[in-house]
């Protein structure tokens, strides 16, 4: 009974968000084991420009429409509704 009440205790206080102060890496097992639990993904990113002829403002704007993408793509039930948050 112990053992449950532990457990019913760890689950109640894992966070709903990634990255956190258990798991930072998406590489992290923690992240395979509370995925349904998180409610808001807030990856970081470090973009390398190494593409010749690409100028930094044309690299943001590539960058900023994948995220895009990503982000939209991701929603939770936005197949649902148009209305679902981000």
């Not at 395979?32 to 970081?44: F, G, S």
């Not at 044309?58 to 939209?72: P, T, Y």
Request: net charge positive; with cysteine; proline share 7%.
């Amino acid at each position: 009974m112990i053992c449950l009440s532990i457990l019913a205790l760890t689950a109640a206080l894992a966070p709903n968000v990634w990255p956190n102060s258990i798991s930072k890496a998406n590489s992290d097992p923690w992240l395979i084991e509370n995925h349904d639990r998180l409610i808001r993904m807030q990856p970081r990113l470090l973009v390398l420009n190494f593409a010749n002829g690409l100028s930094p403002d044309d690299a943001r704007s590539q960058v900023n429409k994948l995220i895009a993408a990503l982000r939209e793509s991701s929603r939770y039930h936005g197949y649902k509704s148009a209305d679902a948050p981000a």
